[in-house]
């Protein structure tokens, strides 16, 4: 019996995956079809992929060809595979040609060519066109028009900003913000955050989908008021905070929360740069606030007991450095923020069993240790990650757009609950400066 293996993504099967299927299986008798798994694809660069494991294997199965389906998880592992099945023939199409020559030393290896005019590329650029404007003068948004570029569908349609400078002629550049929201579906926006209230309510009010950089409001009321508006608008309003799609992150979280460390009893986070908070720049609780915030929500929630906020000011409303100290119930937080201050930027998640180290700087997670008493019991997890997390964050914001869902990683609730924080920073509640 001659065996055939075969690899692919199959996301959005169409008519060119059909052929290259029919073509492998009639090489032998036997066809193995690998379907690459979320992780694997993500850490070669794949981002788009619009369906899920279990869609691609059943699309696979749907079609009658395969005699057995496999997930390809990671690099390497098709030399495993072929010795494992005791494979004849490895083929894929002629996309491919020479990559894969090295398994010629295992098993003949067939590049089949490939059905012109047809992509899952295409297919999701087709589904999904996506007008995207940016506004602010965060440095950020050049970072974020960058890497919507990579998101197969979003189009960016009009900026609103100085730190741009030169880009793309095609694209409107205006100093009108209701000019811009006109022009496009969808709206990112990386404004001073006393200006974010008002330019998300004008952009829902218009029907555009918003994604503004945390926080949403300087209130947390307003935080409220902005997503009930979404809702009734049938517009998607995310909250930004790039660490929450990195996948080490969420790993980080299911481990926790799998206790994997046992109970959790406190999490530290710290967050600084040198480059100081001014007038016309963000200050360090709104600056990092956000970011340091989130793995305490994510891990403990938003019902803390009580809070205290110690802060340095070098003028009114603008912290050089703020520490948070959280009591829970059965745990406790510390949030250290600077901008004009040096820390290492480390997150601990400390537990009954043993705890989460992120090296620094941790949220740019693309890794972590789980540490234990015994040291030859420590784990170290890696996972790839590209663009700091922004283009996986674009694509979380397309697919809610498409399917009304929100995707986003961080609710509502987290939203609120950081918005509150910062509010009771402004007006001084559980405060004290230094
Ligand atoms: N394939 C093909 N003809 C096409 C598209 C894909 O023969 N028009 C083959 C590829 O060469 C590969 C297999 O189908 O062997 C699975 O390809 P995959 O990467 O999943 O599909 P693409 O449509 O190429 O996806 P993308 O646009 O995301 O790269």
């Given at each position: ?7 692919g993504t199959f996301d959005l099967f169409h008519y060119g995956h059909r052929r290259l299927l029919e ?36 699309a696979?199965?749907?079609s ?29 199409g002629t996309d ?16 089949l060519d490939r059905t012109e005019g047809v992509s899952s590329t295409e297919i999701r650029s087709e589904k ?24 197969n ?282």
């Amino acid at each position: 019996m001659v065996k055939v293996i075969t690899y692919g993504t199959f996301d959005l099967f169409h008519y060119g995956h059909r052929r290259l299927l029919e073509r492998a299986k009639a090489l032998g008798d036997y066809l193995i079809v690998g379907v690459t798994a979320e992780d694997y694809d993500k850490s070669r660069g794949k981002i788009n992929v619009r369906q899920s494991l279990m869609e691609r294997i059943e699309a696979v199965r749907e079609s009658g060809i395969a005699d057995e389906i496999i997930v390809e998880e990671y690099e390497g592992q098709k030399i495993d595979d072929i010795r494992r099945y005791d494979i004849d023939i490895f083929t894929v199409g002629t996309d491919w040609v020479g990559k894969f020559d090295y398994l010629r030393e295992y098993c003949q290896v067939i590049y089949l060519d490939r059905t012109e005019g047809v992509s899952s590329t295409e297919i999701r650029s087709e589904k999904r066109r996506l007008k995207l404007g940016f506004i602010g003068e965060s440095a950020v948004v050049k970072k974020f028009i960058r890497e919507s570029r990579l998101v197969n569908g979003i189009e960016t349609a009009g900026i609103r900003s100085n730190a741009v400078g030169r880009f793309d002629e095609e694209i409107l550049k205006t100093e009108d913000y209701g000019e811009l929201l006109e022009c496009v579906d969808a709206v990112y926006i990386a404004s001073l955050p006393q200006m974010h209230y008002a330019q998300i309510r004008q952009a829902l009010k218009m029907g555009k989908h918003v994604l503004c950089e945390s926080p949403v409001a300087t209130k947390a009321e307003e935080c409220m008021e902005l997503f009930r508006l979404a809702e009734e608008n049938g517009c998607v309003l995310m909250d930004s905070i790039k660490t929450a799609y990195s996948t080490a992150y969420a790993r980080l979280l299911l481990l926790a929360k799998g206790g994997k460390i046992g109970t959790v009893y406190s999490v530290d986070a710290t967050c600084t740069s040198l480059q100081a908070a001014t007038e016309d720049s963000w200050n360090s609780i709104c600056g990092w606030g956000p970011t340091a915030l989130l793995p305490v929500f994510n891990l403990l929630g938003t019902d803390y007991c009580s809070k205290s906020i110690i802060s340095h000011l070098k003028s009114e409303g603008y912290d050089q450095f703020t520490k948070i100290n959280f009591t829970y119930e059965h745990a406790v937080a510390t949030v250290k923020v600077g901008k004009g201050v040096k820390s290492e930027g480390e997150l601990i998640v400390s537990g009954t069993e043993g705890y989460i180290y992120v090296p620094a700087p941790w949220w740019k997670t693309d890794y972590f240790e789980i540490r234990y008493e015994d040291p030859a019991r420590n784990q170290r997890y890696f996972y790839q990650l590209d663009g700091e997390g922004i283009r996986y964050e674009l694509v979380a914001f397309c697919k809610a757009i498409e399917t009304g869902k929100n995707g986003s990683y961080i609710n509502k609730g987290i939203s609120e609950a950081i918005c509150g924080v910062v509010e009771d920073f402004y007006r001084k509640a559980d405060f004290l400066e230094i």
